[in-house]
């Protein structure tokens, strides 16, 4: 039986992934700062801060996992803006800890990048297309996956999640709990994206660890849509009508540069995990799990 050892395990992503890798009888490990019961067998969490290495490592040289899998990020990109020396301690200097320690102690590290390592300026980004990020956190992002691809068994996952947790802010959340107020409101129109559900990133992780994948690799789902009809497809699902509105992203009215396409071809990954993530049915398994 294989040991995975996920780092962020309590997060929105680190718990989905968690019940998906126990579910198919791997032996699961997790490190989060954040204690919260433990609902699973044959699982054991370290409350540590992976921010304290030297803690982290002692975990690594007692558990010896064949896998670790990287999914902590700081999501707040106005932290990221203020805060560039945590933003590099969290998605930088903390693979290049693990690039350290690869050398002594073998393990397959899977990291959880982003979408918003290339500037938007184009449509149906390849893994090989040049990364241009805008902003601290895809800054840091991008410098993560630089150190991890020095490592022997890597695989960098570019992608866009979304999901629902009573601990972690998010797109689909915050346009669920308004739009279950009958509240309005506004997405925008000229921001293209092509996201995933927890659930389904969760499933292509696993694929990828069936299939001993190793590389780069964007994991989204079928069609790019803007954040407008995103919205709309939750409003559609929930009954609303004429609550979402749409509105433009304008580059003149924050100091915080974002892309506005991050639409990743699917091509790769079609041929490796051999299907694909519809946005609706993602959407859908997320809501139906929301429990109010």
């Known amino acids: 039986m294989k040991k995975i050892l996920i780092l962020g395990s309590c997060g929105m992503l680190g718990s989905v992934l968690c019940e998906y890798l126990l579910q198919n009888d791997y032996q ?79 393990f397959k590290f899977i990291y959880i990048s982003t979408d918003s390592v290339f500037d938007g300026t184009k449509s149906n980004y390849i893994e090989e297309d040049e990364a ?3 902003n601290n956190y895809a800054k840091t992002k991008f410098l993560g996956e630089e ?25 689909l959340k915050w346009a669920y709990d308004e739009l279950v107020k009958d509240k309005k409101i506004y997405g925008y129109k000229n921001v293209i994206f092509n996201p995933v559900s927890i659930y389904q990133l969760a499933d292509a992780i696993l694929i990828l660890i069936q299939k001993n994948f190793k590389g780069i690799l964007n994991v989204v789902s ?11 497809i939750i409003e559609e699902y929930l009954k609303k009508k004429n609550l979402v509105q749409e509105s433009i992203l304008e580059d003149e009215n924050s100091n915080l540069k974002r892309p506005k396409n991050t639409a990743l071809s699917i091509k790769k990954m079609e041929n490796i995990i051999e299907k694909r993530y519809k946005i609706e049915d993602g959407i859908t398994q997320v809501l139906r799990g929301v429990k109010k």
């Open 222 to 232: 079928d069609k790019p849509i803007s954040k407008f009809e995103f919205l709309k």
């Open 132 to 134: 241009i990020p805008l």
């Open 28 to 106: 699961v490990i997790g490190i989060d700062k954040v204690n919260l019961e433990n609902k699973f067998e044959k699982y054991k969490l370290y409350n540590i801060d992976l921010l304290d290495f030297l803690k982290v490592e002692e975990v690594i040289f007692q558990e010896k996992p064949n896998i670790i899998i990287n999914v902590a990020a700081i999501v707040n990109l106005n932290l990221c803006e203020e805060n560039y020396k945590l933003a590099e301690l969290l998605h930088v200097d903390l693979n290049k800890n693990f690039l350290n320690l690869s050398e002594k102690i073998p």
């Open 147 to 171: 150190e991890v691809k020095k490592m022997e068994d890597y695989i960098v996952i570019r992608t866009n999640i979304y999901g629902y947790s009573d601990r972690q802010n998010s797109l």
